[in-house]
Structure formats: C-alpha cells, structure tokens
C-alpha cells in the first residue's frame, strides 16, 4: 500500500493517512475484503508510533470504510462503504405541532468566567463513591454466572436481589418478601409505574405543595391533576385534607415523609400515625417516597408509613441514587402482592426489566458488607457538611431576611427570602453571581404561596465549596436587595 | 464468646452458630458496638472451616444482627436488631379493585415429565454471546473514566456514545449527527416514548395486523386505539390506506419493515417507496421498528425507510437487545432533532437516562471491533439454523396442512395451519407434547383473520433443538388433526 507523508505541518500525519486510504479506496486502488497491514508494520513503515495508525484505523472505522475484528488486520469493508441513498435530516416535517409534550426549556448559561458553586444537584458525590468494590462485584458475578446475566430477566427483578432488598427493608422496619417487591428503574421510574397502575387521564392526586418537581412533569405526561395537601402552622391539617379526600375522591396520595423534596422537612411520628389513619379510613393509597431514606445523620431514625402499614395501601419507593450511585439506575418498590406483581407486568410492557448485571453487582457488593460501610463514611461526611452549611447560613445570611429550618438529616436546605418579589428570577440573578441554586416556584403546583425561596442541596459539595457557595449566596441576596430598595 | 455446637446430626452447624449468636444478643450477653471474633479464630476455636463460620456471619447481617465491613471484625448492629414495630403485610387493601390495568395472566405449566423446547424466546442465544470482551470493555472504562460513569449522565445518552452509534446507523444508509439520537432502554422504552411524546388517550395509530404483542400492551396502556394498516394479496393495500389515513385521521402509523414481527415478512423496495411517499403526502409520521435491522442473512438488505426518508418524518427505533445483549436493555430512537430533544424531556420525567456505565462499555466493545466480528459469527450461525428449520419444516410436516414463506434473515417462522379450528388453543395443546409455541391469536388487533397461526422464534434454538422441536410440532399437529377428525 503506497501512503505518502507530506511534513508540511498544516495536516497531521493521522488525518493524512485517513483522506489517502479513503482516495485509495473510492478509487479502486483498494477493494473490499483486502486487507490493510497491521499498525505496528505501517507504523515502521511511515517512521510513526503504532497509536496513530490505530487512530487512523478506527476513525476510517467509524467512517464506514473499514471493518475492525480482534485479532485480524483491518479490512476494506465488503458492502462499499456507505450504503448510498442516505439523505441528510434536513427535512421540514413540523414536528413542534405534532408533539402532545413541551419541548426542552432553555436553560440559563453560566458567566463563563468563573464556575459557579452548584447548590442543584440532588445525587451523590462522585467523590464519595465506592467505585473500586463495585468494578470487583462486577467481575466477580460475571465470571460466576455468565451470559444468563446480560439475557432478558424476570420483570420483576433478580430473585436473590429482592431477597436482599427484603434483608434491607426489615432494617426500617418494613416486612416485605421478595415477592412484595419490584425492582424498578430507579425511583423515578418507580413513581411512573404507580401512576400508570393507578391513575386514569383526569384523576386528582394529593401531592405536597411544594413537591418534587419531576414528579409533577410526570402527572402532566399522564394527565393526572394534583391537588396540594393542605398544611396549617404545624404541618398537615388533617381536617382539611378529610374535606378534599371527600371532596376530590382522589386515586392516591403521594408523600415524602422524611427529608422531603424540596423542603428538607420530615413528618413527626403523630402526623405519620394521623395521615395514615386517614387514608386507611377512606381506603386511599400512599404513595410513599422514601428517596432519602438512609440519609438520617442527625438524631433517631422516624419509621417509614410503610412499617404501620397494617392494611397494607402504602406503596412505598426506595433508592440507592442519593447514597450509592445514580448512575445504575435501581430502585425498587415495596406493596402488596396483588399490586406489585400488576406493577410488574406494566413494567414488563414499558421496557421489559432493570438489567439483571446491575442487580446482580448490587447484590454482592450489599452482601460482602460494602453498602454498611459506605453509609457509615456517607454520614461521617454529612454531619460535618450539613453542619458547615447551617454555620455557614448563620454566618453569611442576614436573619431577619432569609428564614430556614435545620434538617434533621438528607442533602436539603430551604430557605424563604424576605424583601424581594416572588416574580423575581432568582436562578438567574444567583448565577451572575456565580452560584446555581433551584428557584422555589419550580416546586409547587401552581402558583407559589409566600417566598421568593430557594432550595440548596449540598449532596454533591464538600465543607469548601458549601463555604465559598454560602459566602457568594450572601452577597447575591445583599446585592439584589439593595437594588430592589433602590427601584422601589 | 461462648458457643456449643451439639454434634447431633440433625441441626447443622452454621445453623446452631446463627441460633446461638441471636441468642447471645437478646438475652444481652453480646451488646451492640461489640465485635465477633474473625471468621479465622471462631472457625479456628470450633473445629470448623472459616467459610462456615462466614456464611452464618452473612445470615445474622441478613437477618439485620450484624454488621460487616471488608477489613474490619463483624459487630453487632448498634440500632438494635430490626427497628421494631415491623408488621407483615397481611392487609386486605382492594388492591385489584383500584388497579387500572389487568392483572398478570396465568402461565400454562409445562407438563414437568419432559423440558419442552422453546420457540417462544426472541432474543439472543446466551451460547452465542460474546461476554469475555464485554467483561474487559467494563473494567476498561470504569478504569479510564470511573466514578462519572456511575453518576447521573445525560438523559438523551452519551454523547461519544451517540456518535457510535450514528456511525452505525450510516452503515444502514441512515444519515443523523449524535443530536439526532436518543439513547432509549431497549426497543420497548423507544416505542413507549413515542407514544408518549405522539399520542393523546383516544388517538388512533396505524398498525400492522398481527403485530408486536407487547407494542398492543403498550397502547392499551397508553389507551390508544390501533388501526389495521390495510392489506391484500400482495401485501400492502395503499388505496385502502389513504382512505382510512383520511377518514380516522391517526396521529402515527407504526411498522416493522422487515422481518416483521410476528410474520418475519419483510416490506419490498417499492411498498417501503409507496408507503414513505403516502405518510408524505398526509403529513402522518412513522415510528419505524428496526429490531432485526442486522439480521439480514440471505441475500441482500434492503434499505430502512429511515434512508430514504427526505422530509424527516420517519422516527426509528433500533435495539441491540437481538443481536448482542437483550439484558444490557440498550436502543435507541433516530429522528429530527426537534422530535428527539422533546422525547429527551419525556425520558428523563419518566426514568433520567440510560446507565452510563453500560453505554460506555458497549462503546468500548463496539470501537475495538468485537461487534463486527460477533454479528459475523451470528450471520453464519443463523444461516445454518434458518435452513435447518426449513428443511425441519419440509420433512416433519404436512404441506396441506400448514403454509409458511422462508423469511430472508431474523429467527420468525410464521405457521398457518388448515383443517382446526381458530378457537383452539394450540399453546396449551402443543405444551403436552413437548414444545412451546406463541399462538397467532396473541398478536391480531381484535379477532384473529383465518389461522389458526404460529409463531416459530429459532433465537435461542441450535440446529439439534431445532430438529427435535419441529418434529415435536409435527407430531403434535398430526395428533391434534386426528382429534379433531374424531370429533367432527
């Protein structure tokens, strides 16, 4: 094969060596199925290093022009290169009109000077990941069971996954067998299937307001209405809420009683004990969110509604994207037979099951004790952070103009600003002045009551970033309420 | 730590050790905090191999006893054993009264005498499954890329893993830049995003009669109506569609052009021209199901309509779950990117994304060229297996009373059997004599025209399964035949 490199310097020896074989072949110096000589014998040949040639290869690879196989010299593919006929998407088909959902939101494009401190994401800190015991537990279930893990599964989940679940749950109280639990495609997924079991177009359902703001992306999909559970000074009012359930006969309540999303608040024993009295009474199904579940750092653990559940019409949703890593996309629900295994086969029909590799790894990373000991750093760290955080609140804010309440544990703070309109962007007046923070009004169902308010998560900061976050969020609101004083 | 192992024969040993040690821990004689001996000494002290001692350790975690953590000695938990308060549930909730969809249906019971062979399974078989490099493309990237890998990633996909697989869809004819893509879980989450994204409860959608039993599900679901694409003895009616696109106004048409599922008939150059040129002209999109898109393995592929698809109107789904990994639960949608970008939103309010790690390895595996030379392997594989089943089908049965056409590649065989009537069940017969089959009635919009039919999957069958269950099938038609002649 005759290659010739020009050593101008304009185009690099790889690039050169990519056009010349694509010449070669579209004219026929090269045909399909011949072979092309090994990197390491082109290489020495053109006086350059084996890894560009085998840069080369690949993006000719990607090209379509050559096939690539383990083992064998590259070879000029035997179809011709592209196919023909491929028309570029430049078509004009209104698709604006024919979608029934919204299309993205613009999102606000940070100050490129500087990168701000990010109070939005509510995950894990890839910092603190285990990821070392899960690449063995990986290998580890591979080498023992093989193929059958990469193949179709039961919908439902791993068996041995959901005995292990199971094992979980009893630490929270909750008793449920495998057969009572659904391994779900994260929590988000798990909230999606209760909806579809459960909800026809027009229901109502009772949600808290402010609530988790995917969860009300997910009612609109499925075009169920949300209603807000009414709150008085302490909490619920559950005199209200018997009102709106006789009223409203809603399909199911949704619930996140501890450490809820975005308010960071947790509801005491009596109100647990008092809101399922009344579901039970007016035989309505919880939805219960227990997003955050292992996230007690401060103070005793408060049981999940699930463990009281003695008539069994909780449905509770648990996680290991906000202690262990998102990224796997598992979760699980917990219920009653005759809905779970319903469940299952709507889970079966939207996509067929959670990959039986990843549970599998889940499980024997769980079972060889390396989730205990991860939980027990994952709370170390956040004592200390979410202590630094409400220092760092106390230090920076000014008390009389934002108001928050220290949680007894999780990754949220919620704050209520003072002295400024609630129409005010806040997302986008913070990040000029280089934090990101989620803005409060994204969280309630319609209009927001009271406020402006901001939710932080430190979930992804260390002591240093919640610091200099916390320090710039004081300037900010400073700057903004001067300003504010001024138009007034 | 004192424990007496009665050598009675009757309780095993790692039993006794887990009885003794909760013993110990409720009557107060180990207290929390306190650490168990290795698994070393205790093994050591009682005469027994560690790993005995370990699993009894695993069991008391299980139970919610202990505590273990790689490197350190097993502790007994500091919470108390299960928090109390647990109650089973054995509530009477009316779950099946509040449920929305159906429940699970009952599965027929093979007769347990003998193993049936399967030609319900389509997937990929696990004996053909390339899973030693995929083993080392997950080691590779959670090496090179770790812990970012295992967080949150984008909802539409990898970025550097669209562009795979935009470079293989141009092997396909299929032009569309890594934008234009969407990284789905699996096939099935591609066709429910569609419907999503597409349809309102109580449109109509286009669709091939029989069809995808699953892709029914689904818009039963969805609650919206399918529609026979209308068709003659050619195949295709054009006219007849054009009237009914008019009349019934559907928001999608939804098609399987080749190997259709569950006919395994593939559309020719000039219906695909002809049905492209229709949806054009009433402005009607189509979802395009590639799932056997690489199983062209007679003669030559045709093109997807996606190819030739000048407008943008096409929306194409494509899977690896046929041809690699079913349960790695990998697709992906190709369309106009002001269709994918909206479809993003819909993913990620309905499970935020594919996991990052199992895009990454399948990247990795795809680049170093194991793809290539297992879909290689695959072609061969299923030549020898197709011809094996239709010369099967030649010698077992009798060709006046069952029709089928020899498919082009893919694994369906599509029976219509003569002389028995429609309303029996031939799954339930044909199980009592050693085969599992689909029966044609699960894949027809409403009442099944003519048949009764089957549906033959040979994806998980080698050529010595194949030979006995096509004889099996042979028998058992043969036998039912007779029955039938009895009872007229």
């Known amino acids: 094969m005759l290659l010739e490199l020009k050593n101008e310097g304009r185009h690099p020896a790889g690039r050169q060596i990519v056009t010349q074989i694509q ?39 990607a090209l379509g022009w050559l096939e690539l196989r383990p083992g064998t010299l590259p070879r000029v593919r035997r179809r011709g290169a592209l196919k023909t006929a491929a028309t570029p998407l ?58 059958q893990l990469l193949d179709y599964g039961d919908p439902q989940g791993l068996q041995t996954f959901r005995e292990c679940l199971s094992h979980r749950m009893a630490q929270h109280g909750i008793t449920a067998s495998p057969e009572e639990i659904l391994v779900t495609h994260g929590a988000q997924q798990a909230l999606d299937l209760a909806l579809a079991g459960l909800t026809r177009p027009g229901d109502a359902i009772l949600v808290e307001s402010p609530t988790y703001n995917q969860m009300l992306k997910l009612l609109a999909l499925r075009r169920v209405r949300p209603l807000a559970i009414p709150t008085g000074a302490t909490g619920l009012d559950l005199a209200a809420l018997e009102a709106l359930i006789q009223k409203e006969k809603p399909a199911l309540l949704y619930t996140m009683p501890s450490f809820q999303n975005p308010t960071g608040r947790s509801l005491t024993q009596a109100q647990r004990e008092g809101l399922l009295a009344l579901c039970e009474q007016y035989a309505l199904p919880i939805l219960e969110d227990g997003f955050e579940e292992e996230m007690t750092y401060f103070g005793r653990p408060v049981l999940p509604l699930k463990s009281m559940d003695r008539s069994g019409l909780v ?30 086969t709507v889970r079966r029909a939207v996509d067929l099951g959670t990959p039986p590799l990843l549970q599998a790894a889940l499980e024997d990373f769980i079972r060889k004790g390396h989730f205990d000991q991860h939980l027990a750093r994952l709370h170390r760290a956040f004592r200390r952070r979410m202590t630094a955080c409400l220092a760092a609140l106390r230090r920076e804010l000014d008390p009389e103009q934002v108001r928050w309440e220290a949680p007894l544990g999780g990754y949220l703070v919620w704050l209520k600003v ?18 990101q923070v989620r803005s409060g009004n994204r969280f309630f169902i319609e209009s927001q009551e009271g406020g402006p308010y901001l939710r932080l998560s430190i979930s992804n900061l260390d002591e240093t970033d919640i610091a200099r976050g916390i320090a710039r969020l004081g300037a900010g609101l400073r700057a903004l309420k001067a300003a504010h004083a001024l138009t007034l």
């Open 90 to 147: 430049t078509g004009q088909f209104p698709w604006a009109e024919r979608m029934v959902v919204p299309p993205p939101e613009p999102m606000p494009v940070p100050n490129p000077a500087e990168t701000p401190v990010s109070f939005n994401t509510l995950g894990m800190d890839p910092r603190l990941m285990p990821v070392e015991p899960l690449a063995r537990s990986l290998k580890a279930v591979l080498r023992r069971e093989g193929a």
């Open 315 to 344: 449905l509770y949703s648990g996680t290991f994207s906000k202690v262990l890593f998102p990224g796997l996309r598992v979760g699980w629900l917990v219920g009653s037979r005759a809905c779970v295994e319903t469940l299952a």
């Open 418 to 435: 003072e002295g400024l309109p609630t129409s005010l962007d806040l997302e986008e007046a913070l990040l000029a002045h280089g934090i």
């Open 23 to 61: 010449d070669l072949i579209q004219e026929g110096h090269l045909n399909p199925g011949e072979c092309l000589p090994s990197t390491r014998r082109l290489g020495e040949q053109l006086g350059l290093h084996r890894s560009t040639i085998a840069n080369a290869y690949q993006e000719l690879w």
